[in-house]
């Protein structure tokens, strides 16, 4: 089980927008920083955000995240049909002395 | 270009151990931390600890102390892994990441290895 929880699916159609949440508590997302990660099913992992909103360079304004308390979301603008993926949001939990992860949410773009 | 290069898949029968390299290159590798996660087969992400490059200090998950070491060899910019006492349900794709991040509340694992299969079978 996850220390952080997030839907296992959400569907939407091109040109949609999707929204992930991401929940944890005060030792993780309440006080540190959340990062999010798109996962093409055999292949690894790639940031899409990370210090909660910021972009690394090259990844479209179509994504950003929020924080907010023990929450944090990801948006995806303009769904396109290679946005189909898993999503993993991650931080730090001060408790655990540990980077922790959600399960992930599978993104099915009909 | 910031790569970092993993060794190929292995298979070890239980109780055995394997080593996991991860070779970087394209950037200072004494600069940024190095974690170690783990996939099983249709599961999510695991962490199990990173290393600082340039101390060689480490910091293991709670689940991972005691049969995970991380190591690094700053001559050739190459990080390892050791895994002992394999048991089958540590059968798992294991990645190496950078960590861009300077702060360790914050971790942004910005590149990645490809993955290294390792296979727990009898």
């Known amino acids: 089980q996850s220390v952080l929880t997030q839907p296992p699916s959400l569907s939407a159609a091109p040109g949609q927008k999707v929204t992930f949440s991401c929940s944890g508590g005060s030792s993780n997302i309440g006080n540190n920083y959340v990062s999010w990660y798109q996962q093409v099913p055999g292949t690894a992992p790639k940031l899409l955000i990370y210090?909660?909103?910021k972009r690394p360079s090259g990844i479209p304004d179509r994504f950003s995240g929020s924080q907010s308390g023990s929450s944090a979301t990801l948006d995806i603008t303009g769904l396109q049909t290679g946005d189909e993926a898993d999503y993993y949001c991650g931080t730090w939990d001060s408790s655990l002395s540990a980077a922790v992860f959600g399960g992930g949410t599978k993104l099915t773009v009909l | 270009q910031v790569h970092l290069v993993q060794s190929g898949a292995a298979v070890r029968k239980p109780g055995a151990s394997v080593e996991v390299s991860c070779k970087t290159s394209?950037?200072?590798?004494?600069?940024?931390?190095i974690h170690w996660l783990r996939q099983a087969p249709g599961q999510g992400l695991e962490w199990l600890g990173w290393i600082n490059p340039n101390s060689g200090g480490t910091e293991y998950a709670q689940k991972s102390r005691g049969w995970v070491t991380l190591t690094r060899d700053t001559s050739t910019s190459t990080a390892y892994m050791e895994l002992r006492s394999l048991k089958s349900d540590d059968t798992a794709v294991y990645y190496c990441a950078r960590d861009q991040s300077p702060r360790i509340v914050a971790p942004a694992l910005d590149a990645w290895g490809q993955g290294t299969l390792v296979t727990v079978s009898s």
């Open positions: 394209g950037y200072t590798f004494t600069d940024y931390f």
């Open positions: 210090d909660n909103y």
